[in-house]
């Protein structure tokens, strides 16, 4: 995920992020799938999706603890 990606990120409000979260839990279910189906040519997917979902958690936590105080 690019330093732009990211940035763009913390631009967005709480439920856009939480709805992007899904959606890429989604995509991590599905590319897993194919995984064990041999369908997948880019296994590197998954790790990219994992990362995704994990800076998208990190900024949930960010804006919850900025929230808070």
Request: charged content about 40%.
């Amino acid at each position: 995920m690019k330093n732009k990606d990211k940035k763009e990120l913390h631009t967005k409000t709480q439920n856009e992020l939480l709805k992007l979260l899904n959606d890429a839990r989604d995509s991590l279910v599905m590319l897993r799938l194919e995984k064990v189906q041999n369908k997948l040519k880019n296994t590197r997917e998954i790790f990219n999706t994992r990362r995704k979902i994990a800076v998208i958690l990190t900024i949930l936590k960010e804006k919850e603890k900025i929230k808070n105080v």
